[in-house]
């Protein structure tokens, strides 16, 4: 089996190639590069490129990951939100239909509201509070109604790559290794997902599940301050940092957050495919595995 990835270099993508070569599979790695990695640079928002590359490299499967996943940035700028998230995913999904490829497309527990007390699942209507969340909603929709042959994939508060991780978590670290007192958000809660437990699980599913919509994260769910609170102890800093609960009104930023993003794995649950750890086991084993760097 051929695969063909999006966003190869990425935070994401570099998870799920190390899960691609463990497997011993053909892989054509596409994207931007991030570390310095080869990969050939396909834009996705380029139908010729995206055609060129497909028609050249002729993929059975298709992991697309590309997408500008900062929140705050496709709230000011939302054309290049839609630009990369629905007509950069409608391009991939217009050739994978020319190549006869399956589709895996990664998205986001943002595309819920955050109104529901407990954790979302596949059955929920999704409802997003800002462009971001509508800008991968409209690549989910694009993917449904144009394939037979798809999966999408949601994922929850995405942890990985250590320094290439421009997301909450390596922001905890580093400041935990700097601060005494670090001020968090406790009323924003979701699912933590880390990147090589979603490779590895993503592609279980791909080579067993049926196609269709699935949720993939960590087990449990917990507020930012929560978080932190492990990352501290993870870091061996308890007693030396304190986390401070905030609300999330003392850091305003361009885009709303939904209050909620916790979700479950019902789907995978029902299937017998639910064998993500629990996300503070993976916290310890990501703290771990990079307490050096």
Not at 1 to 22: E, F, N, Q, W
Not at 180 to 193: A, L, Q
Not at 247 to 261: D, I, N, V, Y
């Amino acid at each position: 089996m051929k695969v063909l990835v999006t966003g190869s270099a990425g935070m994401l993508g570099s998870a799920v190639i190390d899960t691609l070569r463990a497997d011993r599979r053909e892989i054509v790695a596409t994207g931007r590069s991030v570390r310095g990695e080869a990969v050939l640079p396909m834009d996705i928002r380029d139908w010729e490129s995206v055609r060129r590359t497909f028609g050249e490299h002729q993929p059975d499967l298709v992991l697309h990951l590309a997408a500008e996943t900062d929140v705050d940035l496709c709230e000011q700028e939302p054309e290049h939100a839609h630009a990369c998230n629905a007509f950069g995913t409608e391009n991939v999904v217009r050739a994978c239909g020319e190549e006869n490829a399956v589709l895996a497309y990664v998205s986001t527990a943002g595309v819920f509201d955050g109104e529901k007390r407990d954790p979302y699942t596949e059955s929920d209507t999704p409802n997003p509070v800002n462009v971001y969340g509508r800008s991968k909603h409209a690549g989910e929709r694009i993917v449904e109604r144009s394939l037979d042959r798809y999966f999408i994939f949601r994922a929850g508060w995405m942890v990985g790559g250590w320094e290439i991780d421009k997301k909450f978590v390596y922001t905890m670290v580093q400041l935990s290794r700097r601060k005494d007192e670090i001020r968090v958000v406790d009323d924003k809660f979701g699912s933590p997902t880390f990147t090589a437990d979603f490779a590895t699980h993503m592609m279980a599913v791909v080579d067993s599940g049926p196609y269709g919509l699935y949720h993939l994260a960590n087990r449990g769910t917990a507020s930012r301050w929560e978080i932190a609170m492990e990352i501290v102890k993870g870091m061996g800093r308890a007693g030396k940092v304190e986390v401070v609960p905030v609300s999330s009104e003392e850091f305003p930023l361009p885009a709303p957050r939904p209050r909620s993003e916790m979700m479950q794995n019902l789907k995978l649950r029902s299937l017998g495919l639910d064998e993500m750890p629990h996300w503070k086991d993976a916290l310890r084993d990501y703290l771990e595995e990079n307490k050096d760097r």
